[in-house]
């Protein structure tokens, strides 16, 4: 898993508003407690309102509100899969709503490089 996803995924896990525990997050992640101090020490550096220390645990000090649009590559590969698949099938009443949909994630999304007409 590279940094960038862990750190991400770190996040997502410590919006909960408990105590993480360094271990706790190694186990999840699939890496060593070691990788866990150097990804809080990189959050905190980047001003993320990361609290705690080794030994004791880690929390957010504020609630962190992510924007919506804000995906993993995967989550959008699921997503616009899905909206070409419900858009491709003419017999489905959301067929017409799935290819305005996948219009707007394009238009939201452009670093995304959706092609709205690909199959």
């Excluded at 550096?45 to 590559?73: F, K, N």
């Excluded at 799935?98 to 238009?107: D, S």
């Excluded at 939201?108 to 007409?117: F, N, S, V």
């Amino acid at each position: 898993m590279k940094r960038d996803q862990r750190l991400y995924d770190i996040v997502q896990q410590m919006r909960d508003g408990r105590l993480h525990t360094a271990e706790e997050l190694a186990a999840t992640l699939g890496v060593s407690v070691r990788t866990i101090w150097r990804d809080m020490a990189i959050l905190s550096q980047t001003g993320m309102p990361v609290s705690g220390e080794r030994g004791l645990g880690y929390i957010l000090r504020a609630p962190l509100v992510l924007p919506p649009t804000l995906m993993t590559p995967d989550e959008l590969q699921a997503l616009v899969r899905g909206l070409r698949h419900v858009a491709g099938d003419e017999a489905d009443s959301l067929a017409r709503p799935a290819r305005t949909l996948l219009a707007k994630v394009a238009t939201l999304l452009p670093q995304a490089a959706i092609d709205e007409g690909e199959g």
